[in-house]
């Protein structure tokens, strides 16, 4: 599965921002996608995921309630829509894949596949 994260940019706090990640590959629809992010400095961090239908949804709690992870199969898509944005969200967006489908995988090595991310800065 090869991924290609996009939609970053510049924004103001309080404002809204949609990521897309277009995957290739066959496996797609089967495979549980997450959005991680990297801040400046600091280690990489669990975002959001999402199972392999569309139905569960998994959120770190700084994220919960302010992101929305939703899923286009037919698109082989999977969007991060974010509400609220705040400075603290500031971070470089990564997608990432797994094959085993559910949506509570919330760890860097338990991702098999790894897009180039995204940059978004939130200005206060």
């Known amino acids: 599965v090869q991924l290609q994260a996009s939609?970053?940019?510049?924004?103001?706090?309080?404002d809204s921002l949609r990521l897309?990640?277009?995957?290739?590959?066959?496996?797609?629809?089967?495979?549980?996608?997450?959005?991680?992010?990297?801040?400046?400095?600091k280690e990489r961090e669990f975002v959001a995921a999402i199972g392999w239908s569309g139905d569960s949804t998994y959120y770190a709690e700084s994220t919960e309630g302010r992101f929305i992870i939703s899923r286009d199969n037919a698109k082989n898509t999977v969007y991060l829509q974010m509400n609220s944005l705040k400075p603290e969200d500031?971070?470089?967006?990564?997608?990432?894949?797994?094959?085993?489908?559910?949506?509570?995988?919330?760890?860097v090595p338990e991702y098999d596949?790894?897009?180039?991310?995204?940059?978004?800065?939130?200005?206060?």
């Open 7 to 14: 939609g970053g940019g510049l924004v103001q706090a309080g």
């Open 20 to 41: 897309s990640c277009a995957a290739s590959g066959q496996r797609f629809s089967g495979y549980t996608m997450a959005w991680f992010r990297q801040a400046p400095g």
């Open 90 to 107: 500031t971070a470089v967006y990564y997608c990432a894949a797994d094959w085993r489908g559910y949506a509570t995988i919330t760890t």
């Open 113 to 124: 596949y790894w897009g180039p991310g995204t940059l978004v800065t939130v200005s206060s």
